[in-house]
């Protein structure tokens, strides 16, 4: 259609024209640049995370015709803290189903870890025929063995027992991180003390693993009452309130690290995790000293019954 002559477009006419085709520049041939974990990313290489119409945050890609992604496929839950509070269909969060697996699987790494017979490897390694689940206190713990096997082969088994709680703990936080540190490391206890088919020893020594790769700060003062409590005669023969005084230090200083947010260098961040082990690793150990006690007891008295001219 011609346009008259001597037409004049208003002004107005003419600066809404230029906007909409800088717009049309704009949005129709440059795509805005796209962010992943701070990042800038080019379309199609990293995946982007997005809300559908079904409220699941799902993550998507820059290429066309690509069906949405779970939004922890590929990657971790703990990469990207917004990604642990998405919810899917039935208020489930997509990508804390599979953060839990993680958890659940270090767990089950830390029982197994923890059940490994170190004292029944000793006692057969020593070649002399004894059952340290029969003979002098029948508990399968380093003390146990430095009694029936002599010192050399109860401080292997002391080590082992540590070293069970340190490994545990370990590939606990490198399969799930801080938590499956905590749970692996209380699992590692739990399967000293009940291992399956045979009677297991007490957990203290695998608890001092568990201190040494979670909770590293406070393992000085562990030490201390250690020390402490084996220096005092009291205490010395009352092994069970010496575990029961340690138990306490270790869950109040768990609380105060986590209240106070003190260092905790090598070992995993100052949070509620750390009381919470100390007291379930503590409640496995007091229930193992308990179910033993009228056993020790036995021992001791014919232990002093038998020191006596």
């Known amino acids: ?32 640049e796209r962010t992943w974990n701070g990042r800038a990313v080019k379309p199609g290489s990293q995946p982007l995370s ?43 969060s997509v990508a804390g189903m599979r953060s839990r697996r993680r958890v659940l699987l ?7 870890i923890g059940s490994f017979p170190s004292a029944d490897l000793a006692a057969r390694l020593a070649g002399e025929g004894s059952d340290l689940h029969s003979d002098g206190t029948g508990n399968p713990g380093g003390m146990n063995a430095s009694h ?29 991180g801080d938590a499956g540190a905590h749970l ?32 590293p700060g406070y393992l000085p003062i562990d030490l201390l009452v250690g020390v402490a409590t084996s220096a005092i005669p009291w205490f010395k023969q009352r092994t069970r309130t010496a575990t029961t005084v340690a138990s306490v230090s270790w869950v109040g200083c768990g609380i105060l690290w986590w209240r106070r947010g003190l260092p905790n260098p090598g070992g995993t961040a100052p949070t509620v995790g750390l009381p919470l082990a100390a007291a379930a690793s503590s409640l496995v150990i007091a229930e193992r000293f308990r179910a033993e006690r009228h ?4 021992y ?4 002093k019954e038998t020191s006596q001219p």
């Not at 006419?13 to 049309?24: E, V």
């Not at 290429?63 to 779970?70: L, M």
């Open 106 to 112: 270090a767990a089950v790494a830390g029982y197994v």
């Open 300 to 303: 001791n008295t014919a232990t």
């Open 1 to 32: 259609m011609a346009v008259p002559t001597g037409f004049e477009p208003a002004a107005s006419t003419l600066t809404g024209w230029r906007s909409l085709q800088t717009d049309l520049r704009d949005h129709s041939f440059e795509k805005p």
């Open 184 to 215: 692996a490391g209380v699992a590692a206890v739990v399967g000293h003390c009940h291992p399956p088919g045979r009677t297991g020893g007490k957990g203290v020594a695998t608890s001092i693993g568990q201190v040494i790769a979670t909770f």
């Open 50 to 92: 997005v809300g559908t119409p079904y409220g699941i945050r799902t993550r998507v890609t820059g290429v066309k015709g690509r069906r949405p992604r779970p939004l922890d496929e590929g990657g971790s839950a703990a990469d990207d803290p917004t990604e642990r509070t998405v919810y899917g269909l039935c208020g489930t």
């Open 148 to 176: 029936v096997l002599g010192k050399k082969w109860g401080l292997t088994v002391a080590s082992a027992d540590v070293g069970k709680g340190v490994l545990a703990a370990r590939v606990g936080r490198g399969v799930a």
């Open 295 to 298: 056993r020790v007891d036995a």
